[in-house]
């Protein structure tokens, strides 16, 4: 079982799956009220009420010093609060499935800085479904655009913002991940540091009254809170043992599963362009799942 949850073909599936998930659940937020900021805010408290009684129980419970204070805090802004606040900001703009094609864009973005900072890219086939990916999300991004009006589109260019956040927080939490650090205690913490940012800018801004909505739609609130907590653990497993590039490839997967949900669930309706990208993008995905099947199989004793 631990083979499993460490294998990163595993963890790219089960992370883009439960990432998929969130922004379904970010469209009907906002269209109840609920602030991005608050919603932000559900999400990390989920995840570190699922991952506290995880590190108790593995006594992996400890308080960040040196390198890891500083990784947890600079990882909770940029992982964290910033593209949250600005993905449920997005979707009641643009829709759940076009903001998660956006996610499909964070792979070019983070492939293009870990070139640059030297670290292991993906061999040829990888670097094809990287591109087929690229070129699905800016057909879907086209095909969108077209029947768009002017705040439409201004929303439309926000959401190009989120595949840049997440390249960069990628990349940082790779180069530099605190030596010998256990996934679930950093992600715990990132989280931690998330929620007092989130807070102090939810008391600032929006007042406590922001947070009223959440208890008038427990069920949702909790639905999302434990998607949450399952999502992360998988998720820093994922950046440890399969690195940035492949990280990103998260993006294909939620994409995918983005916009299927959004269309069966909340009938968002796209044109025969946005389809035709999606297509193109589950291509890019298959190319993914193929290279990192051979990079295993050559990797294996014969």
């Known amino acids: 079982m631990k083979a499993v949850f460490n294998n990163p073909l595993f963890l790219l599936i089960a992370t883009g799956t439960l990432f998929g998930l969130y922004f379904p659940l970010g469209k009907v937020a906002g269209e109840i009220g609920i602030s991005a900021i608050a919603w932000a805010l559900v999400v990390s408290v989920g995840a570190c009420l699922v991952l506290l009684p995880i590190l108790i129980v593995k006594r992996s419970f400890k308080l960040p010093r040196g390198a890891t204070l500083r990784y947890v805090g600079i990882a909770g802004l940029i992982s964290f609060v910033v593209p949250n606040i600005l993905l449920f900001s997005v979707i009641p703009h643009v829709g759940a499935g076009y903001t998660g094609l956006m996610f499909a864009l964070s792979p070019v973005f983070t492939l293009a800085v870990a070139l640059i900072f030297k670290l292991k890219g993906p061999n040829l086939v990888g670097v094809i479904g990287i591109a087929l990916g690229c070129i699905g999300a800016v057909v879907t991004a086209y095909g969108r655009g077209l029947s768009a009006d002017a705040t439409t589109i201004f929303w439309l260019g926000a959401a190009l913002l989120i595949p840049l956040v997440l390249a960069s927080a990628n990349v940082y939490r790779t180069i530099d991940w605190p ?28 007042g406590t009254e922001a947070l009223y909505p959440l208890y008038g739609e427990a069920a949702l609130t909790m639905t999302q809170a434990l998607l949450a907590g399952l999502t992360f653990p998988l998720y820093f497993r994922l950046q440890r043992y399969g690195g940035p590039v492949m990280l990103s490839q998260v993006g294909y997967v939620a994409a995918v599963v983005g916009m299927l949900t959004a269309t069966v669930l909340l009938n968002e309706q796209y044109g025969f362009l946005t389809w035709v990208g999606a297509a193109i993008i589950a291509m890019g995905i298959a190319a993914t799942i193929y290279s990192q099947i051979s990079v295993v199989g050559k990797k294996a004793p014969k």
């Open 179 to 206: 030596e010998g650090a256990c996934p679930d205690s950093l992600a715990f913490w990132s989280h931690l540091v998330s929620i007092i940012i989130l807070v102090v800018l939810l008391l600032s801004i929006e």
